[in-house]
């Protein structure tokens, strides 16, 4: 969670399997670059561009977040055509939550899953159920594997506010 121009931003990532092959795509030119590097005495041209492809790679890699917009639409941020750029919040029926995923389940049928670490998965659900476009309903699945995710939500009195 990161607010930048006034705007909060929840960041997630893909399913598990493709992030590690993606990140392992990232990392890779800048240590076939340095490997290089260390083969040669003076610096060739190409360690430069893959040098760039690393740091390109590195940036897509973090381009995926969501932000809650004022008009009742959550913008998903991501260079993945397969997931819709804005979805309307009333058009959410159901969340399904789970340790280390959320699902949003759509009024057309669609859902998405997204793998979303704990305490931007909490911050982003309090503020989409207190948002009154929001008329769905979370469901906390996968509460007797991990206790300790659920607890927090159990003793947490607090009242969640938009901000």
């Known amino acids: 969670m990161i607010k930048i121009f006034g705007k909060i931003r929840y960041h997630w990532q893909p399913e598990l399997s493709w992030l590690i092959i993606y990140w392992s795509i990232a990392i890779a030119p800048i240590f076939i670059g340095l490997s290089l590097l260390f083969e040669r005495t003076r610096i060739p041209s190409?360690?430069?561009?893959?040098?760039?492809?690393?740091?390109?790679?590195?940036?897509?890699?973090?381009?995926?977040?969501?932000?809650?917009?004022?008009?009742?639409?959550?913008?998903?941020?991501?260079?993945?055509?397969?997931?819709?750029?804005?979805?309307?919040?009333?058009?959410?029926?159901?969340?399904?939550?789970?340790?280390?995923?959320?699902?949003?389940?759509?009024?057309?049928?669609?859902?998405?899953?997204?793998y979303m670490r704990k305490w931007p998965k909490k911050y982003f659900l309090d503020a989409l159920a207190v948002d009154p476009d929001f008329r769905g309903e979370v469901e906390l699945l996968d509460n007797f594997t991990k206790m300790d995710y659920f607890e927090v939500y159990k003793e947490n009195k607090k009242t969640p506010t938009k901000l």
Request: net charge positive.
């Open 46 to 114: 190409y360690i430069f561009i893959l040098f760039a492809l690393f740091i390109v790679l590195v940036s897509i890699g973090f381009y995926r977040y969501f932000i809650i917009e004022d008009n009742g639409i959550l913008r998903v941020v991501s260079l993945n055509p397969r997931i819709p750029k804005k979805i309307a919040i009333a058009s959410i029926d159901k969340i399904e939550v789970t340790y280390s995923t959320l699902a949003l389940h759509l009024a057309d049928g669609q859902s998405y899953m997204f």
